[in-house]
């Protein structure tokens, strides 16, 4: 087991704090999109599940339970998108662990190709074998090509799906530029003078 220094925790505590405190003095705006990117990442993956999912009804000719579909479709992305980037760009950023734009950047990218992109097409792909299973819609493979019917069926979602899987990487990774800018202004800042009586 390791033995922690606790001057390493008050510093990395002192530093947080620190950093938590310059990023205050930035504008409202600026500062919303320094804590709160994330969810503009988790919506975008929202919106590429949504359409995933529509792709995948047409192609399996599903017209029941849209609700049923559309709304896991939406939140499970949305969340687990959201919650990776905070954990990955956010609070590494904001913590000071964070220190470099290409890596910032690759961070973002990466968290939208994956979570944002591709995972509400493979998502979309047991939600809506399920419900043409349940309907009756399509006609299934037998046990043995199951594999070989889902790359067939698959391939013509994934085409169309291509460019919003490129837009939600090339944002992620600009929103991981611009986070990473914000926070160095952020601490160029002068320190806040108190007024004293």
């Known amino acids: 087991m390791e033995n ?14 620190f950093i938590n405190r310059k990023i205050n003095q930035l504008p409202d ?3 919303n999109l320094l804590e709160h990117g994330s969810t503009y990442v988790g919506l975008n993956a929202a919106f590429s599940g949504l359409i995933a999912n529509s792709l995948f009804r047409r192609a399996l000719n599903v017209t029941q339970a849209r609700i049923a579909s559309g709304l896991p ?3 499970i992305p949305f969340l687990t998108a959201d919650l990776t980037y905070k954990a990955f760009v956010n609070l590494p950023l904001s913590a000071g662990h964070l220190n470099c734009e290409t890596c910032t950047v690759i961070r973002g990218g990466l968290v939208g ?4 992109g591709l995972y509400p097409v493979f998502l979309a792909i ?17 046990k043995g090509s199951i594999l070989t019917y889902w790359i067939r069926m698959s391939k ?25 800018k914000l926070l160095l202004k952020a601490l160029q800042l002068p320190e806040p003078v108190l007024d004293t009586p």
């Open 29 to 31: 705006v600026e500062k």
């Open 73 to 75: 479709m939406a939140v």
């Open 126 to 142: 047991p939600i809506n074998g399920g419900l043409a299973a349940r309907y009756e819609s399509a006609l299934l493979p037998e």
């Open 4 to 17: 922690h220094d606790p001057d390493d925790t008050m510093k990395g505590t002192s530093s947080i704090s």
């Open 113 to 116: 190709l994956v979570l944002g």
């Open 156 to 180: 013509p979602v994934f085409r169309k799906m291509v460019f919003p899987i490129l837009l939600q990487t090339m944002f992620a990774a600009y929103l991981g530029s611009r986070q990473y």
